[in-house]
């Protein structure tokens, strides 16, 4: 039988690290999603779910609400993520994901890549959660604390804004 969210919290507020460890492994996709969505790079994104996570086991016996966890944790990793992001955006980014396989697979990676950065925080957090994190929509709005709706509406709006500027850069060409 699974504990909830809150049994692990107070069981890991108790000293219980297995706990603690638990609510790791159960929630660990959802906060690198979050931290994807705001960093666009995999391994400071992973960087970002660790100090989150070590933030959260500080802090753990302040969370008042212990069945709100995930929503917390979420809060946790945005703000550290955009906290990061804002110390690299002089920096040059280095690229991380693997490379594709052609020109024409590179060029629609990076295409794809920057019409995900023009998206509004939310519409990339729910973008990135559901094609990139797999998560359903009713998991996301657990997460997020939105109604499956919401998020539902998010993401028609977030297609639909991918798909006209990638319908315009398409016809612009590689060249522009």
């Given at each position: 039988?699974?504990?909830?969210?809150?049994?692990?919290?107070?069981?890991?507020?108790?000293?219980?690290?297995?706990?603690?460890?638990?609510?790791?492994?159960?929630?660990?996709?959802?906060?690198?999603?979050?931290?994807?969505?705001?960093?666009?790079d995999r391994h400071l994104a992973e960087?970002?779910?660790?100090?989150?996570?070590?933030?959260?086991c500080r802090r753990l016996h302040s969370?008042?609400?212990?069945?709100?966890?995930?929503?917390?944790?979420?809060?946790?990793?945005?703000?550290?993520?955009?906290?990061?992001?804002?110390?690299?955006?002089?920096?040059?980014?280095?690229?991380?994901?693997?490379?594709?396989?052609?020109?024409?697979?590179?060029?629609?990676?990076?295409?794809?890549?920057?019409?995900?950065k023009r998206l509004s925080a939310s519409?990339?957090?729910?973008?990135?959660?559901?094609?990139?994190?797999?998560?359903?929509?009713?998991?996301?709005?657990?997460?997020?604390?939105?109604?499956?709706?919401?998020?539902?509406?998010?993401?028609?709006?977030?297609?639909?804004?991918?798909?006209?500027?990638?319908?315009?850069?398409?016809?612009?060409?590689?060249?522009?």
């Amino acid at each position: 039988m699974q504990r909830s969210d809150a049994e692990l919290v107070k069981a890991a507020c108790a000293g219980d690290v297995d706990s603690f460890r638990e609510l790791y492994e159960r929630h660990y996709r959802v906060a690198l999603g979050i931290a994807r969505s705001r960093l666009f790079d995999r391994h400071l994104a992973e960087d970002a779910v660790q100090e989150a996570f070590a933030t959260a086991c500080r802090r753990l016996h302040s969370l008042r609400n212990a069945d709100r966890f995930p929503e917390w944790l979420g809060t946790l990793c945005r703000r550290t993520a955009s906290r990061m992001a804002r110390c690299r955006s002089n920096e040059t980014p280095i690229e991380h994901e693997p490379a594709a396989s052609s020109d024409g697979d590179h060029h629609a990676v990076t295409e794809v890549r920057d019409a995900m950065k023009r998206l509004s925080a939310s519409a990339q957090e729910v973008i990135q959660l559901h094609y990139f994190s797999g998560l359903s929509y009713d998991e996301i709005a657990r997460v997020l604390g939105i109604s499956p709706q919401a998020v539902h509406g998010r993401m028609q709006r977030a297609r639909r804004v991918l798909a006209r500027r990638l319908s315009r850069t398409s016809e612009e060409g590689p060249d522009r």
